[in-house]
């Protein structure tokens, strides 16, 4: 049935999400599925709530300190909607990491290219839909890889040899900023679980929180990519 003739609710509740990461970004992003009515959510984070992270990491809360992220999220995403389903994934994403031939769409809340490559690479694999996010200081940025094999991955963007940068307890990072590319990336997860709109496939949306600037690249397959053209 086409999916644009039946109720988001119920196209929905039919659904299995995998996100991964739930810090500043996976915090909205979980928050927002689950009050939707994906009707079943994977959980995947192999770290524990800390003090320092609350301010930008909502899904969590002092009374949760020290527990792990997967069992605090739990807590609050079932406070928000008991009928969902939840599972999880508590050890860290390593090189063998595949996805579940029943995940719908994954969601990359990660914050370092290690894990978005690999990532990346077993969606490939898979065929699955990638939403990617990631944000640092005062910007961020959102794409959706499909499982088409003429479209783009994670790889065809960025190197093996790309620098990791400065992490967000060095650097810093603006907490609502996640909150916003957080919120973005639920939007794209529910358009391509409905099949509804023009998800940003073969685009990627950088905002500037500083200037209040949003800009849109057009993404190129790289026939080089040792992922997906592989």
């Given at each position: 049935?086409?999916?644009?003739?039946?109720?988001?609710?119920?196209?929905?509740?039919?659904?299995?999400?995998?996100?991964?990461?739930?810090?500043?970004?996976?915090?909205?992003?979980?928050?927002?599925?689950a009050a939707a009515g994906v009707g079943?959510?994977?959980?995947?984070?192999?770290?524990?709530?800390?003090?320092?992270?609350?301010?930008?990491?909502?899904?969590?809360?002092?009374?949760?300190?020290?527990?792990?992220?997967?069992?605090?999220?739990?807590?609050?995403?079932?406070?928000?909607?008991?009928?969902?389903?939840i599972s999880f994934i508590k050890d860290?994403?390593?090189?063998?990491?595949?996805?579940?031939?029943?995940?719908?769409?994954?969601?990359?809340?990660?914050?370092?290219?290690?894990?978005?490559?690999?990532?990346?690479?077993?969606?490939?694999?898979?065929?699955?839909?990638?939403?990617?996010?990631?944000?640092?200081?005062?910007?961020?940025?959102?794409?959706?890889?499909?499982?088409?094999?003429?479209?783009?991955?994670?790889?065809?963007?960025?190197?093996?040899?790309?620098?990791?940068?400065?992490?967000?307890?060095?650097?810093?990072?603006?907490?609502?900023?996640?909150?916003?590319?957080?919120?973005?990336?639920?939007?794209?997860?529910?358009?391509?679980?409905?099949?509804?709109?023009?998800?940003?496939?073969?685009?990627?949306?950088?905002?500037?929180?500083?200037?209040?600037?949003?800009?849109?690249?057009?993404?190129?397959?790289?026939?080089?990519?040792?992922?997906?053209?592989?």
């Amino acid at each position: 049935m086409n999916n644009n003739h039946r109720s988001p609710k119920f196209i929905l509740d039919e659904k299995k999400v995998l996100i991964i990461g739930l810090g500043g970004l996976g915090s909205p992003v979980a928050m927002y599925l689950a009050a939707a009515g994906v009707g079943h959510l994977v959980l995947a984070d192999f770290d524990r709530v800390d003090l320092s992270n609350l301010q930008r990491q909502i899904v969590h809360d002092t009374t949760q300190i020290g527990q792990y992220k997967t069992i605090s999220a739990q807590t609050k995403l079932q406070a928000l909607n008991p009928d969902i389903e939840i599972s999880f994934i508590k050890d860290m994403i390593s090189e063998d990491f595949l996805i579940e031939d029943d995940i719908d769409v994954v969601v990359d809340c990660s914050d370092n290219f290690a894990t978005r490559f690999i990532i990346n690479a077993a969606c490939v694999h898979a065929g699955t839909p990638l939403v990617s996010g990631a944000a640092l200081r005062w910007g961020g940025q959102v794409a959706v890889f499909s499982s088409s094999p003429q479209s783009p991955c994670y790889r065809c963007l960025y190197s093996d040899n790309e620098d990791e940068g400065e992490a967000c307890s060095d650097a810093g990072i603006l907490a609502p900023l996640v909150g916003v590319i957080g919120s973005i990336q639920a939007v794209e997860v529910i358009k391509v679980l409905c099949g509804i709109g023009n998800p940003l496939s073969g685009r990627l949306l950088l905002f500037d929180a500083l200037s209040m600037q949003w800009r849109t690249l057009k993404l190129h397959k790289d026939p080089t990519c040792p992922i997906c053209s592989n």
